[in-house]
Nanobody, 126 residues
Framework: QVQLVESGGGLVQPGGSLRLSCAASGFTLDYYVIGWFRQAPGKEREGVSC????????GYADSVKGRFTISRDNAKNTVYLQMNSLKPEDTAVYYCATDGGCSGYGPPDPYEYDYWGQGTQVTVSS
């Protein structure tokens, strides 16, 4: 059974950092694309970043480029999202998902992904 579990969210001040984790079970993560998404209250879910399975290429939303970094640790079957220089507008529930596309030229499209985690809350506030 495919399962994704996010962790690492919390409350952080503007300018701070968090590292989110997406732990996979029921499948070998290094064979699949993983995407990170977020959804703020009253807004649609948006793609944040993705990492491909073939060559490890990555894609980012313009709003997070230079601040967020996606990476994978195949030995731990886990994908990470390192978030630096956090802003209040980064506040959202963050989700990881798999079985979608990652072009490496931009953010992932949430409509392409089939399997989702339960999400972790990130709040950036002073």
């Amino acid at each position: 059974q495919v399962q994704l579990v996010e962790s690492g969210g919390g409350l952080v001040q503007p300018g701070g950092s968090l590292r989110l984790s997406c732990a996979a079970s029921g499948f070998t993560l290094d064979y699949y694309v993983i995407g990170w998404f977020r959804q703020a209250p009253g807004k649609e879910r948006e793609g944040v970043s993705c990492i491909s399975s073939s060559d490890g290429s990555t894609g980012y939303a313009d709003s997070v480029k230079g601040r967020f970094t996606i990476s994978r640790d195949n030995a731990k079957n886990t994908v990470y999202l390192q978030m630096n220089s956090l802003k209040p507008e980064d506040t959202a529930v963050y989700y990881c998902a798999t079985d979608g596309g990652c072009s490496g030229y931009g953010p992932p499209d949430p409509y392409e992904y089939d399997y989702w985690g339960q999400g972790t809350q990130v709040t950036v506030s002073s």
